[in-house]
C-alpha cells in the first residue's frame, strides 16, 4: 500500500487545522510502525522548511529522500543529515536534483522532465501491464474499485453534451439523486463491454506485433520495449552533467599530475558552472574520504586509478 500526500505542509504546517495535525500524526504513526507491512508513505512538498517537512522524526523515517533544483543552500541542510560540502551549484539546470536512500550521502541525478503527451503515450505503452486485483485487493479497494464502471461514475465519458441534463427531484426532495440523462444501465453496460472489448482487441494487437501470438515478456523483450520508450522521448542534446559531477571527470583527466581546488574551479568556471575554491575543495577531500582520489602534496589531488601509487598526506 502506498499512500501520497501531495503538498504534506498542509498538514504539517503551522497553520494547518486541528483536524489536519491530526491526521500528520497518524500517517507518522503509519510510516514509524508499518513500513515492515509494506505500508510506504511519499510525501512532496514545494520547499525543504521545518515545518514542511513534519519535524525530524518524520524525516528520520524516511529512507529515501530526493530534493530537486534548488536555490537555497539552507535548505540542503534541512531535507539532508549529511548535507557538507553541497550546494545549489550541484543543481544547475532543469532536472537536476540530489537523492539520498537509508541515510548515505546524497548525490546528483538527473531525472526525464514528462510533459502530458510523455505520460499520455507512456500509459498507453503500458496499459496492456496492468493486472487485475487479486482478490484481497479488491476486498481492501471496496465498492468505489467494484463500481468504478456504473453508470453514475462514467456516464460523462460517453455523453455527447457537456452539460448533461438530470432528473429532477420530486417534490417530497427524497427524489432519485441526480444522474445523466440518456440511456438506461443495459445501454450504460453495452457502452462499457464494448469499450472493454476494444481496448483488449487494441493491447492484443499490439503485442501480436511486437511479440508474437504469445505475448511473452521475457526480461530482454522488456528491457528492449523500455529502451525504445525512453528513446522516444531523447531530444538528441543531452543534458550536461552537473558541477560536481564535471569535477570528477576533471579530475580523472588531470591524469597522475593531479589538481587543486584553485585550478578545478577555474576550469568549472572555465565551462559555464559557477563552483568556487571552497566548494571544489570539499569536493576533493570527500573524494579522498570515499577512496576515489588520492592527495599527491599539499593542495594536489589525483584520481586514485591514475596517481602511480601516490600517498595520502
Not at 525512453?230 to 588531470?254: K, M, S, Y
Not at 589525483?302 to 601509487?309: F, Q, R, W
Request: include cysteine; glycine fraction near 10%; aromatic fraction near 4%.
Amino acid at each position: 500500500i502506498t499512500i501520497v500526500v501531495d503538498e504534506g505542509k498542509s498538514i504539517t504546517g503551522d497553520a494547518a487545522s486541528r483536524a489536519r495535525q491530526e491526521l500528520g500524526q497518524v500517517l507518522l504513526s503509519i510510516q514509524e510502525e508499518c513500513r515492515a507491512e509494506g505500508v510506504n508513505i511519499v510525501q512532496s512538498n514545494l520547499r525543504a522548511i521545518g515545518n514542511a517537512l513534519g519535524g525530524i522524526d518524520a524525516r528520520v523515517q524516511s529512507a529515501l529522500q530526493i530534493m530537486m533544483k534548488t536555490q537555497e543552500r539552507e535548505e540542503i541542510g534541512k531535507l539532508f543529515d549529511d548535507a557538507k560540502g553541497l550546494s545549489p551549484e550541484d543543481t544547475p539546470y532543469p532536472g537536476n536534483g540530489l537523492v539520498s536512500q537509508d541515510g548515505a550521502k546524497p548525490r546528483p541525478f538527473q531525472s526525464y522532465r514528462l510533459t502530458p503527451q510523455m505520460i499520455r503515450r507512456t500509459a498507453v505503452a503500458v496499459a496492456g501491464r496492468r493486472p487485475a486485483l487479486d482478490e484481497p485487493s479488491a476486498i481492501i479497494a471496496g465498492e468505489a474499485y467494484a463500481h468504478r464502471w456504473t453508470r453514475e461514475r462514467v456516464a460523462w465519458l460517453l455523453e455527447a453534451s457537456p452539460a448533461a441534463a438530470t432528473v429532477p427531484v420530486g417534490a417530497s426532495g427524497s427524489g432519485n439523486p441526480p444522474v445523466p440523462a440518456g440511456g438506461d444501465d443495459a445501454d450504460m453496460g453495452a457502452a462499457v463491454e464494448r469499450m472493454d472489448a476494444t481496448a483488449a482487441r487494441l493491447r492484443a494487437e499490439r503485442l501480436d506485433a511486437e511479440q508474437g501470438p504469445a505475448g511473452d515478456h521475457d526480461q530482454a523483450s522488456v528491457d528492449e520495449e523500455f529502451a525504445a520508450l525512453v528513446a522516444q522521448f531523447d531530444d538528441g542534446e543531452p543534458t550536461p552533467p552537473t558541477a560536481r559531477v564535471r569535477a570528477g571527470e576533471l579530475l580523472h583527466e588531470a591524469g597522475s599530475d593531479g589538481i587543486g581546488p584553485e585550478a578545478l574551479a577555474e576550469r568549472l568556471r572555465a565551462e559555464g558552472y559557477t563552483t568556487t575554491r571552497q566548494t571544489a575543495a570539499a569536493w576533493l577531500a570527500e573524494d579522498v574520504r570515499d577512496g576515489r582520489a588520492r592527495r599527491l602534496r599539499r593542495g594536489i589531488y589525483a584520481h586514485v586509478d591514475l596517481s602511480d601509487g601516490g600517498h595520502s598526506g
